[in-house]
């Protein structure tokens, strides 16, 4: 074989094509990744009182995504129900209140007064205006009894 049997018109454009559809997999895969909501939920500290209207769970949500996301719902999950609890006070910083506008890798903290007691809750959870809920568990309530704890 010689360098002009190798350096077709046909093999050029056979090289051009692998290049060109392994490109478009490339881009498919990095734009998919890209366009997906990423919300880390985390549990800075608990506060339990053994009284409802005195716990405070602490949480700093984080958008991790590369734009603006809106968070419509903040609240808390009990351990004998499958749905969320209704009712719980969110206090947010400089008087925001939900739905909240996230932008790109910003993180908002807030503070959960729920209406049942600490032992009763098994998650926390955040959701977002495109339907997605991230849910987070918080410490067992034994090893969280009075002042705040690192979650």
Same mark, same amino acid.
Request: aromatic content about 8%; charged content about 25%; some cysteine.
């Given at each position: 074989m010689q360098a002009e049997d190798i350096i077709t018109k046909d093999n050029i454009t056979l090289g051009v094509a692998i290049i060109g559809a392994a490109l @478009?997999? $490339?881009?498919?895969?990095?734009?998919w990744i890209n366009s997906r909501v990423r919300v880390q939920l985390n549990v800075i500290s608990v506060q339990d009182?053994?009284? =409802?209207?005195? =716990? $405070?769970? &602490? !949480?700093?949500?984080?958008?991790? =995504?590369? %734009?603006?996301?809106?968070?419509?719902d903040v609240g808390v999950c009990l351990h004998d129900a499958s749905d969320?609890?209704? @009712?719980?006070?969110? %206090? $947010?910083?400089? @008087?925001?209140? !939900?739905?909240?506008r996230m932008e790109s890798?910003?993180?908002? *903290?807030?503070?959960?007064n729920p209406l049942h007691? !600490?032992?009763?809750i098994k998650?926390?959870?955040?959701?977002?205006?495109?339907?997605?809920?991230i849910? &987070? *568990?918080i410490k067992a309530p034994s090893a969280c009894r009075l002042g705040w704890s690192e979650a």
């Open positions: @478009g997999v $490339f881009n498919t895969c990095r734009d009182t053994n009284q =409802s209207s005195d =716990s $405070f769970i &602490k !949480l700093n949500i984080r958008n991790r =995504s590369g %734009f603006p996301i809106t968070i419509t969320v609890v209704m @009712g719980e006070t969110k %206090f $947010f910083p400089r @008087g925001n209140h !939900l739905p909240i890798r910003t993180e908002c *903290k807030t503070t959960l007691k !600490l032992s009763e998650n926390v959870y955040a959701c977002t205006a495109d339907g997605s809920c849910k &987070k *568990k």
